[in-house]
Nanobody, 128 residues
Framework: QVQLVESGGGSVQAGGSLRLSCAAS????????MGWFRQAPGKEREGVAG????????YYADSVKGRFTVSLDNAKNTIYLEMNSLKPEDTAMYYC?????????????????????WGQGTQVTVSS
């Protein structure tokens, strides 16, 4: 069974940085799309950043462009989310997701339901 295990969440002050990691139990090329979603209390789950094994062009939500960077280490079957200049509005539970059919790897709109595999989530809290 496919497993995605996230790590790296925590609490930081506004302007700080965090790096999230998500290790997959299977070869990353098994997935067409890997990415990060987040969900704050009372809000819809939203796509943050995604990366396809078929394309080098990542997807970023407008709210994180220029601050977050998504990357994939195929040798380690791990996807990362480097988060800089964090804001209080970035506070949420962050989830790693992967799927073998989502292409193009865009996470805008209500795309979360298309992803088959999910991690358990890691909390990110940004204080002002």
């Amino acid at each position: 069974q496919v497993q995605l295990v996230e790590s790296g969440g925590g609490s930081v002050q506004a302007g700080g940085s965090l790096r999230l990691s998500c290790a997959a139990s299977e070869y990353s090329y098994s997935y067409v799309c890997m990415g990060w979603f987040r969900q704050a209390p009372g809000k819809e789950r939203e796509g943050v950043a995604g990366l396809s094994t078929r394309s080098s062009s990542p997807y970023y939500a407008d709210s994180v462009k220029g601050r977050f960077t998504v990357s994939l280490d195929n040798a380690k079957n791990t996807i990362y989310l480097e988060m800089n200049s964090l804001k209080p509005e970035d506070t949420a539970m962050y989830y790693c997701a992967a799927d073998s059919a989502v292409f193009p790897c865009r996470l805008d709109g209500a795309t979360w339901y298309r992803f088959s595999y999910w991690g358990q989530g890691t909390q990110v809290t940004v204080s002002s």
